[in-house]
């Protein structure tokens, strides 16, 4: 098994911060800096003290007024089942499935009415009762990738190698793959049974498929960052403008040099004529802390003690606001990129349950929030040239490149297989 206990020094002048948040440590820092420093008693220019929205909502309360799960029916099954069966009948490749070659005459309605929730109501929605132990793994992810063309449409990026060579990847497994790896090759807890902390990936729409549940824990969260927001604009408007702020972001090879982007983690979009108003909060803390075998890179700037206190008050705000949902297999979960923060409980395998997780990155083009210009580049890299003929779905879990550690060779390792849109 992985030695979870890998150094994180990070580049000079890095605050006493780790990828766990330390609610004492949290504590002290805010003590010491309202000590020692002025903090600023107002939002930065146009901001607003309070967002009203269903997408600002708390967890304690969001099933009284929202039914966030919808139950697949014996008539939708059957539908699916169809479904497949024309797939399969066309002999095509997996980066073919579309609305046109996984025809659901009756469910696309009600799929489309689940990207309306995601992107204009609470921000997520579950569908449920997949009955995954019925079909093949390869028939599972015709199913998930099928489903989900109709939610969105456009699916992104997120390898751009495979087995060494270079492909569109836009599958990736949420396994814990700590018994097969070196510690310093894991850079990501998403192949660990570690907590994950609050944080957002990339792209618009996080669509995850549940192919089994672990033998205990391994909850899935979702918060609103809305709610995030209201909060802290009404108790520390110090920290929503560090967080306006640009910042940092260890990119972790996925750019070139100096291998880091400057930006801000939160972005206001006022209402135009056209578009309401918007709040979109885009990070993820080991970009800022590391983990595990991709500590954050020394030749970046250490963040700044602000920028740390503004990290915990995120995850321990989100944490505070979050419902959680227990994934059971056959799940598929749809949640806003732009609006929702998703963590994980800490979990335990067994031989017979073990969590695995399959995920997509999606766009609705109809429906799709406008993103930032300073988040552009890092879209196109999730959607940018992405084509029916390049994509690549893996059957078994293997660690992105962009979340390997120093070392790349596993300890034990089968070859992963993966169906191609092309030979």
């Known amino acids: 098994m992985a030695d979870a206990a890998v150094n994180l020094t990070g580049p000079p002048g890095q605050p006493d911060i780790a990828y766990t948040p330390d609610w004492e440590k949290y504590q002290a820092r805010i003590e010491r800096r309202r000590a020692s420093e002025d903090l600023a008693q107002a939002l930065p220019d146009g901001f607003p003290k309070r967002l009203s929205s269903t997408l600002a909502w708390d967890g304690a309360t969001v099933a009284e007024h929202y039914s966030y799960a919808y139950h697949l029916t014996e008539a939708d099954l059957r539908e699916i089942d169809g479904a497949v069966a024309h797939f399969k009948s066309l002999g095509k490749p997996l980066g073919e499935l579309s609305q046109q070659t996984f025809p659901l005459q009756d469910l696309h309605a009600t799929l489309r009415g689940v990207s309306k929730d995601v992107h204009d109501g609470h921000g997520f929605k579950v569908v449920r009762g997949v009955p995954i132990h019925k079909y093949s793994r390869e028939e599972n992810i015709i199913i998930y990738a099928g489903l989900a063309a109709h939610v969105a449409s456009v699916r992104g990026r997120q390898d751009h190698q495979f087995n060494g060579k270079p492909a569109d990847v836009v599958l990736a497994h949420i396994k814990d793959l700590s018994r097969d790896f070196d510690a310093q090759s894991i850079g990501s807890p998403a192949y660990t049974a570690e907590k994950q902390v609050f944080h957002t990936d990339s792209g618009d729409i996080i669509a995850l498929f549940a192919l089994s549940a672990a033998e205990e824990g391994g909850e899935s969260y979702l918060s609103s960052s809305w709610t995030v927001y209201n909060e802290l604009a009404a108790t520390r408007p110090d920290l929503i403008r560090t967080l306006a702020e640009p910042w940092d972001v260890d990119e972790f090879g996925k750019t070139g040099p100096p291998g880091f982007t ?71 979960q749809f949640a806003n990129n732009l609006s929702i923060f998703h963590a994980r409980g800490s979990f335990r395998d067994s031989a017979q349950k073990q969590r695995h997780l399959v995920r997509l990155w999606l766009r609705d083009d109809e429906l799709a929030w406008k993103i930032p210009e300073a988040l552009k580049s890092r879209w196109d890299r999730v959607y ?40």
């Not at 983990?291 to 321990?316: K, M």
């Not at 505070?320 to 056959?330: N, T």
């Not at 293997?398 to 849109?421: D, E, N, Y």
């Open 384 to 423: 940018e040239g992405v084509t029916a003929d390049k994509q690549v779905f893996p059957l078994e879990p293997s660690i992105r490149s962009a979340s390997a550690g120093k070392a790349t060779q596993p300890t034990v390792q089968q070859q992963p297989t993966a169906v191609a849109a092309s030979a």
């Open 262 to 332: 400057r930006r801000p983690l939160l972005y206001h979009q006022p209402a135009t004529g056209s578009e309401p108003e918007r709040l979109l909060i885009q990070y993820a803390r080991r970009a800022f802390v590391g983990y595990w075998g991709l500590p954050r890179s020394a030749n970046i700037p250490a963040i700044t003690e602000a920028q740390a206190e503004a990290l915990d008050a995120l995850h321990y705000t989100a944490e505070k606001h979050a419902v959680a949902l227990e994934f059971q297999p056959g799940d598929i």
